[in-house]
């Protein structure tokens, strides 16, 4: 299994509540129940991971991916069965814990100051989660397009900090952002989403917007799905009750000490014995 540099704990916390539950476990092995990889980011140090996910995935057995959370970067992580947007499966929508939110500091907070500008939030182009989009240009363009048929307000386009957008033809008035890596961060860039709304196809700025109270549009396939507006209802109030979405968000991340407690692995354990 290839994974990223700030993983290792994380990894270490999810084998430990394995072994603990008497599960046998094989290291880099093509032939077991189910695989545990690092992300669906098919790039860089993970991109060997694709082939592992395909191989399971094509024989109908679940892959359990671990990824880097949107709660408190770096401090929670996201766990879910075979894709880490809503086509995946976290077991979050039963059992809760209605006092989880409060546990991991976590709240839904109202719009407040929020600017004028509508943000295009892109994504990696190598992820699992944008394998059904194809490429992310004309998706951009296609926002753009969409968006100007109902709101004239400013749009600004941010390109994934590690994914190249080669945009041409923009209208004039469409500004590109340049991600800046943020100080003192393993890998965490500026997002700026104090707006009138994100667009965003399933990735964390269309949750992360969701939660400060920001409209989020995006596609079936994300998790803040179920909270969030189409573009022709952009420009009426956010009013949205979002208090067991918040709830449900909150049991698809966990901290370390949770993961080597095995918290995530009996949420998940439906999708396992399919």
Known sequence: MQTALNSQPVISAALDALRAKNITLKENSWNCDAALIW???????????????????????????????????????????????????????????????????????????????????????RSLQVQKLGKIEPWVHKQIAEIRQVTDRPIIVRPHPRSRLVLSNLPR???????????????????????????????????LAAMTGIRPVVDASSLAESVSVSLDNIEKPYDIDRERWLVELCHTEYTIEEIKKGLWLKRIAPALTQ
């Open 173 to 207: 008035d469409i500004v590109v952002q340049t991600p800046l890596p943020m100080a003192n961060t393993y890998d965490n860039y500026d997002l700026d989403i104090n707006c009138h709304a994100v667009v965003n196809y399933n990735s964390s700025p269309g949750v």
């Open 39 to 125: 992300s669906v980011l098919w790039n860089g140090r993970m991109a060997p991971n694709q082939s592992v996910y395909n191989h399971y995935r094509n024989q109908g057995k679940p892959v359990i991916i671990f990824d880097v959370g949107l709660l408190h970067r770096e401090r929670t992580w996201k766990v879910a069965v075979n894709n880490i947007n809503a086509e995946g499966f976290y077991g979050h929508k039963e059992n809760l814990d209605w006092y989880r939110p409060r546990t991991l500091g976590i709240k839904a907070t109202a719009v407040t100051n929020q600017k004028e500008f509508i943000l295009i939030a892109a994504q990696h182009a």
